[in-house]
């Protein structure tokens, strides 16, 4: 099946510094990618989704002035986590999916555990 | 507002045993659904994924079926090992969405 990486897989800051997540497609392109975030033994909360060249459309209840979304190329997109508070400490996961992709799967990334001190 | 369920929340059975992990949603105009696996601290792994004009879907010893009709996917595990043990999550995704709307999943525990 098609890869998504992350990079970092985990991250520890202190707070108030701002911490950059990539997310990339290695073997496709991905039109659309989203972002979510996990809670400990609880399911996935999706934060944001992004489109290739456009703006990302966040969830109700994200702030987009404190979670950044790029999605700057067809392989690449970048979640930055500004002015990191202990609260933002989590399990962050990205997915991807190509238009082209004739099953239209959804491929997620291995995560990036971030904790802010 | 699309709402998936998963039942039970845990399940813990011996090795050997076939095994079947439940998914229900609210809203039957879907586009289709997907399962993963997702093990302690990983991302998540897609297993099978079932179009809205399928009935199942096979991949090795696991088996997806789905009634949109009744709003209900099933995941039939045949003959669990302990490497199947990991949390089964269900997701959906509606007619003309972007995004999947997931279960809380299924810890599942498969005993040696």
């Known amino acids: 099946g098609a890869v998504v990486s992350q990079h970092p897989s985990r991250v520890i800051c202190k707070s108030g510094t701002s911490v950059k997540i990539e997310c990339r497609s290695l073997?496709?392109?991905?039109?659309?990618m989203f972002w979510y975030r996990q809670f400990p033994k609880q399911s996935l909360m999706l934060m944001a989704t992004?489109?290739?060249?456009?703006?990302?459309?966040?969830e109700q209840g994200v702030e987009k002035d404190k979670f950044l979304i790029n999605h700057a190329s067809l392989t690449l997109s970048t979640l930055t986590v500004t002015s990191a508070h202990p609260e933002d400490s989590s399990f962050y996961i990205c997915?991807?999916?190509?238009?082209?992709?004739?099953?239209?799967?959804?491929?997620f990334g291995p995560g990036t555990r971030l904790t802010v001190l | 507002k699309q709402e998936v369920t998963q039942i039970p929340a845990a399940l813990s059975v011996p090795e050997g045993e076939n095994l079947v992990l439940n998914c229900s949603f609210t809203?039957?105009?879907?586009?289709?659904l997907q399962w993963f696996r997702q093990d302690p601290g990983k991302g998540l792994t897609s297993l099978l994924l079932?179009?809205?004009?399928?009935r199942e879907q096979t991949s090795g010893r696991l088996n997806a079926s789905l009634d949109k009709s009744s709003g209900r996917s099933t995941l039939y595990i045949a003959a669990s090992q302990p490497g199947d043990s990991a949390t089964y999550l269900c997701a959906v995704r509606a007619q003309g969405a972007q995004k999947l709307v997931f279960g809380q999943g299924t810890r599942l525990t498969i005993n040696p």
């Open positions: 079932i179009q809205s004009s399928q």
């Open positions: 992004s489109n290739e060249g456009s703006k990302a459309t966040y």
């Open positions: 997915s991807a999916r190509s238009s082209g992709n004739p099953t239209d799967t959804q491929y």
């Open positions: 809203d039957s105009a879907i586009y289709n």
């Open positions: 073997d496709f392109q991905a039109t659309t």
